[in-house]
């Protein structure tokens, strides 16, 4: 936003509209066109008396004065009922900068692709969330056993990591503390309304997108209630996200339950378009591996010519990634997936004691990394540090986001 403080008349917020890309100045420039040519018209079909040149400069100078600001004027009038229209030019330029960026699928599910996304909506508008349904826990678990639908909370937190709107992200995750609602957030609400009103579920997601305005879209990997299953190395089979968690062993491989027979084509037609596909960061077979588990999916996903990107969780997850390294959270991914990932993210940064310390109370450690395993792959690894400054062990958005755009 423009402050005006030693930038001179330049840096007026104004001046914006003369930047490359704005799709304004052509517009102007054809509107001035016909301006020019309906005034010659009308001077060669009337009998006009002739000015001296002087005057006839003026009259054309004034003329063209008053054009600009009736238009200015009429511009304002209009669009301060819906914005400050100081602010546009600075809101047009950002999103025609953003509309330039690469086009990325982001697929995953919970904090971690929420968190990726608000920092890849800073480096282009060309972004499409393909988010796991298989949560059967907390408000979610309870909605899914009330209506049938898939699960919804994963889709709210990233279509509000999306928005435009900074109030949006508080608003969707606003949670009910008494009577019915109790327990349930607002955006879970809000989503269950839409199928409940349409009937479908698909369709509820199209319409929150519309609705809230977003910096690309947020999709389900399917608009069908699917639930996840495991088969444990014990050879135990567990059906559920909670019964996976609760289960203690570790996993052999994931599916979906029952195979779901239908995507939403606009997921498909994202893949087929996109220059880069981001895998996670997230839980490995909670959150990452179930969002492009559906076949049509996986086969999308392989036959792209978009550069794949996983990247690794910092931490390890109890009751699900126990004892794993980055090289077994990238040979999961790639078995379940049915091809390789281009480039693994890894975070080798070292990571304070005291958040250390913290994780450690949880069961949860940092997940050791070993080059030499992906070295024999012909797999490249982009090191580097990716962690938030803070108390917790996640991801950097802006550091993420920066780090995978620069890939393609």
């Known amino acids: 936003m423009w402050s005006g403080k030693g930038r001179g008349v330049w840096a007026h917020p104004a001046w914006r509209w003369l930047h490359p890309g704005m799709r304004v100045k052509r517009y102007a420039a054809l509107a001035g066109l016909g301006v020019g040519m309906a005034a010659w018209g009308l001077g060669q079909a009337l009998p006009l008396p002739a000015l001296p040149p002087l005057a006839a400069w003026g009259v054309a100078a004034l003329g063209g004065g008053l054009l600009v600001l009736g238009v200015r004027a009429m511009n304002r009038s209009m669009l301060s009922a819906f914005t400050r229209p100081e602010e546009v030019p600075e809101r047009v330029y950002v999103r025609r900068r953003l509309e330039r960026g690469p086009r990325v699928v982001a697929f995953g599910g919970g904090t971690g692709l929420s968190r990726a996304l608000s920092g890849l909506k800073e480096g282009t508008a060309n972004l499409t969330a393909v988010v796991a349904v298989t949560d059967d826990g907390g408000s979610t678990g309870r909605l899914r056993l009330a209506y049938g639908l898939p699960a919804v909370g994963d889709l709210v937190d990233c279509l509000a990591a999306l928005s435009d709107h900074p109030a949006l992200p508080r608003l969707l995750a606003y949670r009910f503390r008494r ?226 755009l620069k890939l393609v």
């Not at 299953?229 to 203690?248: F, H, P, S, Y």
């Not at 994931?254 to 779901?260: A, C, F, I, N, S």
């Not at 995507?263 to 960061?281: I, Q, Y």
């Not at 910092?314 to 790639?334: F, R, S, W």
């Open 179 to 404: 009577g019915e609602f109790s327990g349930h957030t607002f955006g879970n609400l809000f989503l269950v309304t839409l199928y409940e009103a349409s009937g479908d579920f698909a369709e509820a997601v199209r319409q929150a997108n519309a609705i809230l305005n977003l910096r690309g879209q947020v999709l389900p990997a399917t608009p069908q209630a699917v639930r996840l299953a495991a088969r444990l190395q014990d050879g135990r089979r567990v059906v559920g996200e909670v019964a996976l968690r609760e289960a203690g062993g570790r996993v052999r491989e994931v599916g979906l339950e029952p195979e779901p027979s239908v995507v939403m084509g606009e997921v498909l037609e994202a893949l087929r378009r996109a220059d880069l596909v981001l895998l996670g960061p997230g839980s490995l077979y909670t959150s990452v591996i179930p969002s492009f588990l559906p076949g049509p999916i996986r086969e999308a996903v392989r036959r792209s010519g978009a550069l794949v990107v996983y990247v690794v969780n910092l931490m390890t997850e109890p009751g699900e990634t126990d004892g794993y390294t980055a090289y077994d959270h990238y040979k999961a991914v790639a078995h379940h997936l049915g091809r390789r990932p281009d480039v693994v993210v890894v975070h080798t940064a070292p990571i304070p004691e005291p958040v250390l310390r913290r994780y450690a109370a949880e069961g949860r450690h940092p997940v050791p990394y070993d080059p030499r395993p992906f070295r024999v792959d012909g797999v490249r690894v982009l090191e580097g540090d990716f962690r938030e400054a803070g108390e917790l062990a996640q991801h950097d958005p802006k550091k993420l986001a920066r780090a995978v």
